[in-house]
């Protein structure tokens, strides 16, 4: 099982860039790059709640979870 991290489509759909949400919300670059990029393990529902708050979105239209086929194998 995996959660994708749909940050840059939101971001495209408000026409905003990395530089621009990271000012707007105070989270650093560096931050938000990683959160972006798939790289973080865990995501602080206030750091999720200023983003969809700046990007007018729901948590949803930011995580999306994936099915692993491989984890449906070990079930059998």
Same mark, same amino acid.
Request: aromatic share 0%.
């Given at each position: 099982m995996s959660i994708r991290i749909n940050l840059d489509i939101e971001l495209a759909k408000n026409k905003m860039s990395l530089? %621009? !949400?990271? %000012? $707007?919300?105070g989270i650093s670059m560096t931050n938000l790059s990683l959160l972006k990029n798939g790289k973080v393990k865990a995501i602080r529902f206030s750091t999720l709640e200023a983003i969809c708050s700046a990007l007018n979105c729901q948590p949803g239209d930011i995580l999306q979870y994936e099915h692993d086929h491989s984890d449906? $194998? !070990?079930d059998t």
């Open positions: 530089k %621009q !949400l990271s %000012q $707007d919300i449906a $194998d !070990l």
